[in-house]
Protein backbone atom coordinates (compact mmCIF):
# COMPACT_ATOMS: atom_id res chain seq x y z
CA UNK A 1 0.00 0.00 0.00
CA UNK A 2 1.61 3.49 -1.20
CA UNK A 3 2.07 6.09 1.31
CA UNK A 4 1.62 10.10 -0.01
CA UNK A 5 2.93 12.97 1.07
CA UNK A 6 -0.36 15.00 3.02
CA UNK A 7 1.10 18.50 1.30
CA UNK A 8 1.89 17.58 -2.05
CA UNK A 9 -0.02 14.12 -2.49
CA UNK A 10 2.84 12.55 -4.09
CA UNK A 11 4.04 9.11 -3.50
CA UNK A 12 7.08 8.71 -1.11
CA UNK A 13 9.55 6.31 -1.85
CA UNK A 14 9.61 4.91 1.96
CA UNK A 15 6.91 4.49 4.56
CA UNK A 16 9.06 5.47 6.90
CA UNK A 17 10.23 8.77 5.48
CA UNK A 18 10.71 11.86 8.16
CA UNK A 19 10.67 14.26 5.32
CA UNK A 20 8.64 14.56 1.86
CA UNK A 21 11.22 13.77 -1.12
CA UNK A 22 9.21 16.46 -3.19
CA UNK A 23 7.92 19.10 -1.09
CA UNK A 24 10.40 19.14 2.40
CA UNK A 25 7.34 18.74 4.85
CA UNK A 26 8.42 16.80 8.19
CA UNK A 27 6.14 13.82 8.29
CA UNK A 28 7.06 13.01 11.50
CA UNK A 29 7.04 14.86 15.04
CA UNK A 30 10.49 15.19 16.13
CA UNK A 31 10.48 13.46 19.80
CA UNK A 32 13.03 15.20 22.40
CA UNK A 33 13.70 13.60 25.46
CA UNK A 34 12.15 16.24 27.75
CA UNK A 35 14.36 16.95 30.79
CA UNK A 36 12.85 18.61 34.52
CA UNK A 37 15.06 21.54 35.22
CA UNK A 38 13.79 21.54 38.39
CA UNK A 39 14.93 17.86 38.97
CA UNK A 40 18.10 18.02 37.18
CA UNK A 41 18.63 20.99 39.67
CA UNK A 42 17.81 18.94 42.68
CA UNK A 43 19.47 16.25 41.51
CA UNK A 44 22.97 18.49 41.08
CA UNK A 45 22.17 19.87 45.03
CA UNK A 46 22.66 16.41 46.49
CA UNK A 47 25.83 14.96 44.41
CA UNK A 48 27.10 18.16 42.33
CA UNK A 49 27.62 16.49 38.41
CA UNK A 50 24.14 14.30 39.01
CA UNK A 51 22.09 16.97 37.08
CA UNK A 52 24.20 16.77 34.73
CA UNK A 53 24.35 13.38 34.10
CA UNK A 54 20.23 12.98 34.24
CA UNK A 55 20.98 15.59 31.45
CA UNK A 56 22.37 13.34 29.34
CA UNK A 57 26.15 14.80 30.17
CA UNK A 58 27.37 11.79 31.33
CA UNK A 59 31.01 13.44 31.03
CA UNK A 60 30.20 17.01 32.12
CA UNK A 61 28.55 15.15 35.27
CA UNK A 62 31.83 13.61 35.82
CA UNK A 63 33.83 16.39 35.32
CA UNK A 64 32.27 18.12 37.64
CA UNK A 65 31.90 15.23 40.24
CA UNK A 66 35.95 15.30 39.79
CA UNK A 67 36.64 19.19 40.14
CA UNK A 68 33.99 19.43 43.42
CA UNK A 69 36.01 16.04 44.62
CA UNK A 70 39.36 18.85 44.30
CA UNK A 71 37.44 21.33 45.42
CA UNK A 72 36.85 19.47 48.80
CA UNK A 73 40.54 18.67 48.54
CA UNK A 74 41.25 22.26 48.52
CA UNK A 75 39.92 22.53 52.42
CA UNK A 76 43.30 21.67 53.31
CA UNK A 77 44.61 25.22 52.62
CA UNK A 78 41.44 27.13 53.40
CA UNK A 79 40.50 28.04 49.86
CA UNK A 80 37.59 25.29 49.65
CA UNK A 81 35.59 27.14 51.96
CA UNK A 82 35.14 29.22 48.65
CA UNK A 83 35.66 27.15 46.23
CA UNK A 84 33.26 24.63 47.35
CA UNK A 85 29.86 26.58 47.63
CA UNK A 86 31.15 28.50 44.18
CA UNK A 87 31.43 25.59 42.60
CA UNK A 88 27.96 23.55 43.85
CA UNK A 89 26.35 26.51 42.84
CA UNK A 90 27.34 26.78 39.55
CA UNK A 91 26.99 22.86 39.09
CA UNK A 92 23.32 23.57 39.98
CA UNK A 93 22.57 26.68 37.77
CA UNK A 94 24.49 24.55 34.74
CA UNK A 95 22.11 21.63 35.29
CA UNK A 96 19.00 23.94 35.36
CA UNK A 97 19.91 25.93 32.28
CA UNK A 98 21.23 22.85 30.48
CA UNK A 99 18.13 20.75 30.85
CA UNK A 100 15.89 23.82 29.78
CA UNK A 101 18.40 24.42 26.54
CA UNK A 102 17.80 20.85 26.20
CA UNK A 103 14.16 21.19 26.16
CA UNK A 104 14.06 24.14 23.89
CA UNK A 105 15.62 21.56 21.10
CA UNK A 106 19.24 22.64 21.43
CA UNK A 107 21.87 19.85 21.35
CA UNK A 108 23.82 19.60 24.49
CA UNK A 109 26.81 18.71 23.50
CA UNK A 110 27.55 22.11 21.65
CA UNK A 111 27.46 24.08 24.66
CA UNK A 112 29.17 24.12 28.34
CA UNK A 113 27.95 26.70 31.21
CA UNK A 114 27.11 28.81 29.25
Given at each position: MPNYCPECGKELISPNAEICPHCGVRLKEI?????SPVLAAILSF???GLGQIYNGQ???GI???IIYMFC???LF???GFLL???WWLI???DAYVSATRINAGEDASKFINT
Open positions: VINRRFISFGKAYFFLSFLIIPLGIV
